[in-house]
């Protein structure tokens, strides 16, 4: 199974409507791949909090119709990282953070809303409603599971997911550079605590004054890196074995162990 992560940069002196024609480009080069990864909120940036209400757009708009084609054009199944999702609520609207998945026909496969929002008491955190369900997604070779940027932090939503059957958790996301080593540490530990590969990618550059953490990682369900991007726009191209994951729970069945758990959120696949 082939992966591709395309580490994006969001210069705030290229328009929304350019970057998604640029992304669009991008994704089409991939052709061979099996699924392509796209960070959090790579149309306008996770931190141009300003745009957040301007941009706003529901699942079918306009950065899915550019997507859809350019998935269904490389016949590649496309997380498309997230967007700011607007939904009518009688006469005001809630945005919330929205990851859209795309088959190679094109069709919107499924959709998850972040769940953990990041910044306290301002931000995405008193801008955006948080989502309430655990998402995985079937692809024919293996099921992932959807995650966004922040919920790294939260280990029960990951083993939430592999609970649902997840053996690939994808991870978008729009991380600072200042605390990068805060990303690679937590990628790996996911990984290892849940015998899983993780698909961790993050946008480059800097926007809204927040220089981007890049370094995009691919980990396998052992802890180990297998490819991690430098700082700058960069796809990183990975083969996956999706039956190494059953191997590695097998030969070191931890999973079987847990004694503790907790009330996981719905799960919808």
């Keep these: 199974m082939r992966a591709s992560l395309l580490q994006i940069a969001v210069d705030p002196d290229e328009s929304v409507e350019s970057r998604r024609r640029r992304v669009a480009a991008l994704v089409r080069e991939q052709r061979g791949a099996d699924l392509v990864v796209l960070p959090e909120l790579w149309p306008m940036g996770a931190f141009a909090y300003e745009l957040f209400a301007v941009e706003a757009e529901t699942p079918d708009g306009p950065t899915f119709g550019a997507m859809s084609a350019a998935a269904r054009d490389a016949g590649v199944w496309l997380h498309a990282g997230s967007i700011v999702e607007r939904v009518r609520d009688g006469g005001s609207d809630r945005l919330f953070n929205t990851s859209l998945v795309i088959s190679p026909a094109g069709e919107l496969v499924r959709t998850y809303r972040k769940i953990h929002r990041f910044g306290f008491d301002k931000g995405e955190a008193t801008l955006m409603d948080a989502g309430a369900e655990l998402?995985?997604?079937?692809?024919?070779?293996?099921?992932?599971?959807?995650?966004?940027?922040?919920?790294?932090?939260?280990?029960?939503?990951?083993?939430g997911l592999v609970d649902a059957g997840a053996q690939v958790l994808v991870v978008p996301a729009g991380w600072p550079?200042?605390?990068?080593?805060?990303?690679s540490l937590l990628a790996r530990a996911r990984a290892v605590e849940n015998q899983s590969y993780v698909l961790a990618c993050g946008t480059a550059g800097t926007h809204a004054g927040v220089e981007q953490a890049g370094h995009s990682v691919v980990v396998d369900p052992w802890g180990e890196v297998l490819a991690e991007a430098g700082d700058g726009e960069e796809v990183l191209?990975?083969?996956?074995?999706?039956?190494?994951?059953?191997?590695?729970?097998?030969?070191?069945?931890?999973?079987?162990?847990?004694?503790?758990?907790?009330?996981?959120?719905?799960?919808?696949?």
């Design 135 to 159: 998402v995985t997604v079937a692809l024919p070779d293996t099921t992932i599971g959807l995650a966004t940027c922040y919920d790294l932090r939260f280990p029960e939503l990951f083993r």
């Design 177 to 183: 550079a200042r605390r990068r080593a805060h990303w």
């Design 237 to 269: 191209t990975v083969e996956l074995d999706p039956a190494r994951v059953a191997v590695t729970r097998e030969q070191f069945p931890a999973l079987k162990d847990r004694r503790l758990g907790l009330a996981a959120p719905p799960v919808r696949d």
